[in-house]
């Protein structure tokens, strides 16, 4: 009784301290940028939170000045609104505090498209994309 009382107690602090999945939506947001990143490199092994992290705090000199990083307008923690060059305020990126995110492909490509460009001058790769959701999906 003693034990399975442990067990049980074991149990429920492990799920709480579980760490984020993406829902299904995501997920297959995810299976299309593996496919699309095994395409470009086959030797692709899986998606890289800590990558996505580095490529969100990042600074960069390659795109245009007002937007150095991601977290001009998203901030530096994902869990917190952002706010856009003119004021417009943004949601939070992280899954944790909004749960829709990275779910319709044509929002997510749209965003990854205009923001790349701006803070990067350039698109970012597929594995790019989903080290960000992998690392979102986290937060
Ligand atoms: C100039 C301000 C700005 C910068 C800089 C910026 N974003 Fe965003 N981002 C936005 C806005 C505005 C939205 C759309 C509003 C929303 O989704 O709440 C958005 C949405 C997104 C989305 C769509 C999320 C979804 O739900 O599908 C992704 C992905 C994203 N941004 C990635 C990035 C990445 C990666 C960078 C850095 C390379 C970046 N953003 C830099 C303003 C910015």
Redo the contacts with the bound molecule.
Sequence with gaps: MRMTLTALAFLSASATLAVAAPGPAQQA?LDTYATLAKAVDPAFAGFSAEHGKT??L?K?TT??P??P??????TADPTKP????AG????P?AISM?A?????PA??????G???D???GRA?TPL??GD??TF?VGQ
């Design positions: 947001q490529l969100f990042a960069s795109g245009k007002d937007t990083s991601c977290t001009t307008c998203h952002g706010q856009t060059r417009k305020a943004i949601g990126m909004k829709d995110r990275y779910s319709i929002e997510t490509e749209k965003w990854f205009r923001n790349c701006s803070v990067l970012c790019e994309k960000f959701i979102m």
